[in-house]
């Protein structure tokens, strides 16, 4: 489409006479549309996209530079423009091409064949202008889309940002952010979507996966890098897949891995995908480029957010471990005091007036001493384990046990401590055999779980045990008959330094069913409390009999 600005009727026919000369037209076809003025130019050119003005610069309401200026800044570098007049004027030409002309003829010398040649020159000129603008115009939007992504740490807001700009970016229907659970598997984490479009998290909810062909290609192809399907309908896709990319109303689709460092290595992260729902779509290579280029400052981003997680991470479990510390020097401080104040009274009583007492007395004394130094020992060998489990450093240690002989001696164990006037109801049923365990850690799970039924049940209530066994795994049940936990307390019996709110003057540090949860996920068994208060509380614990290597908690 051609526009020519020229007062003169004459000249104006003889342009026109020049476009349509069939010797020069073979690589165009012109529609011309003619203006007499300014005025006139300005008010066509509001009607429709001209790609070439012949532009006359002696014009009776405006010389050609004020038109040029104007020209340029409704158009940019879209038209070529070429200024022609009846004088050649250097100056005229040097101000006409600085102000955007592509070039400055004489009407005098002016040929059919330099008219032509002068139009192939300035389309070209255009071209290659429009592609530096377009260029220029995808760095700008690029970095400032870059900043936008990488200006947050939060890892939702960065792929919310992310495919909110690059769907604007490249004109797209929908942008999607996939996550990489599995070597077939997808989550969808977010999306943008054009209104008037299914939303992918809306019709994958609420399973996010989405098993696929696609996500074993991305997996396999970080070399190759961008995945483009112009046509879906015949892409070699899984049929579940096809279902759900029509269920979209995807036609085209752009798919490139998100990758990111670790440990030294580039790994598949998830997926970045771009989905064209109106019709078939080929994007060019300035658009394939945009989507690598944000790419890779998406997973920048989304390293940086990790890190930053990791990090948060490992300082809240800095701080915890400081408040554990803190907690252990209260719980120690406090738990040593009765103790130790009861030994040195006993021993101070012994050591004055011990020949003088009678034998009963010195033996109930002596007890006190070696009760109160086994309490002092269990209280470290509690420390000393919960330390260890904080630091994962508990190892498990698996050997073939005999569950019920392993029982029986735990309450022969414990029926002879002199404070114990409990009775022990055990009962056993099923197939217990074949069990592989640690017998240690089995001793912490169990020892403490007997020991609390003992300490909060009144006397001589019995202690009932209940083993059952299957090919799977045993069951272990201890209750008790005792004060029972509020309900209030349940949720919190399992952390560590946690004790019920009715314990009263009962002695203890809060960590024995902390220690036996530890031990028993070690296990990679489960344990579970049922209580009534004032009744009973009742501690479940199941082992599977085969520990399988790599599943510990």
């Known amino acids: 489409m051609v526009l020519i600005v020229d007062d003169c009727e004459e000249d104006r026919e003889v342009y026109c006479r020049y476009l349509r000369a069939s010797t020069y037209c073979r690589d165009y076809r012109y529609q011309v549309v003619t203006a007499e003025s300014a005025e006139e130019g300005f008010k066509v050119c509001h009607q429709q996209q001209f790609d070439l003005v012949l532009l006359d610069y002696d014009l009776p309401d405006a010389n050609g530079l004020e038109f040029l200026s104007q020209w340029q800044s409704l158009h940019g570098p879209a038209c070529a423009v070429i200024m022609l007049t009846a004088y050649g004027n250097e100056a005229v030409a040097v101000k006409a091409l600085r102000q955007g002309a592509q070039d400055y003829l004489v009407k005098q010398s002016l040929t059919p064949e330099s008219l032509h040649h002068a139009i192939q020159i300035a389309f070209e000129q255009v071209q ?6 377009q260029s220029q115009e995808r760095q700008r939007l690029i970095a400032t889309s870059a900043l936008r992504i990488r200006d947050s740490l939060d890892l939702d807001q960065i792929l919310a940002t992310s495919v909110s700009e690059i769907r604007q970016l490249l004109k797209s229907d929908r942008v999607v952010v996939y996550r990489l659970l599995t070597d077939t598997a997808l989550q969808v984490l977010a999306e943008s979507v054009a209104p008037g479009f299914p939303a992918a998290l809306e019709i994958v909810s609420p399973q996010p996966l989405w098993p696929t062909a696609l996500a074993q290609h991305l997996q396999q192809r970080p070399a190759q890098g961008l995945l483009e399907i112009q046509d879906v309908s015949t892409a070699p896709l899984d049929p579940e897949e096809q279902d759900l990319l029509a269920v979209l109303q995807v036609q085209s689709l752009l798919g490139l891995p998100i990758q990111v460092e670790k440990a030294g290595q580039s790994q598949v992260w998830g997926t970045l995908m771009v989905h064209q729902c109106q019709s078939q779509r080929s994007w060019s290579d300035p658009e394939k480029k945009v989507l690598e280029e944000l790419c890779v400052h998406l997973a920048i981003a989304i390293q940086q957010s990790e890190l930053l997680t990791q990090t948060q991470c490992a300082l809240l479990k800095e701080q915890e471990l400081n408040q554990f510390k803190s907690h252990i020097v209260a719980t120690v401080s406090h738990e040593y005091r009765t103790p130790i104040t009861s030994i040195l009274a006993s021993a101070a009583t012994l050591e004055r007036h011990g020949p003088r007492l009678e034998v009963s007395k010195q033996q109930r004394l002596l007890h006190l001493i070696m009760q109160q130094a086994r309490h002092l020992r269990q209280l470290v060998d509690d420390m000393l384990v919960v330390n260890q489990v904080e630091l994962g450093q508990i ?35 099923g197939d217990c055999s074949h069990f592989w365990g640690d017998i240690g850690l089995l001793k912490q799970i169990f020892g403490n779980i007997i020991s ?8 001589p209530s019995p202690v009932q045990i209940r083993m059952g066994g299957d090919e799977i795994g045993v069951t272990i049940q201890v209750r008790d008959q005792g004060i029972g ?32 949860k530890a031990c028993t996920a070690l296990h990679q068994g489960t344990i579970a409390l049922d209580s009534e208060l004032g009744h009973y509380t009742a501690v479940t614990v199941w082992l599977p009999k085969q520990h399988r290597p790599g599943l510990a908690a």
């Open 128 to 133: 290659l202008r429009l592609q530096l603008y």
């Open 395 to 429: 190892q498990f240690k698996p050997f073939p046990i005999d569950l019920e002989h392993f029982l029986r001696s735990l309450i022969e164990e414990y029926s002879m401590l002199a404070e114990v006037s409990h009775g022990f109801d055990l009962e056993i049923q």
């Open 452 to 459: 609390n039924a003992l300490k909060y049940s009144n006397q």
């Open 485 to 516: 936990i509020p309900p209030v307390d349940l949720a919190q019996v399992f952390q560590s330094f946690s004790r019920g709110s009715n314990v009263d003057s009962i002695p203890g540090t809060g960590l024995g069913l902390s220690i036996a």
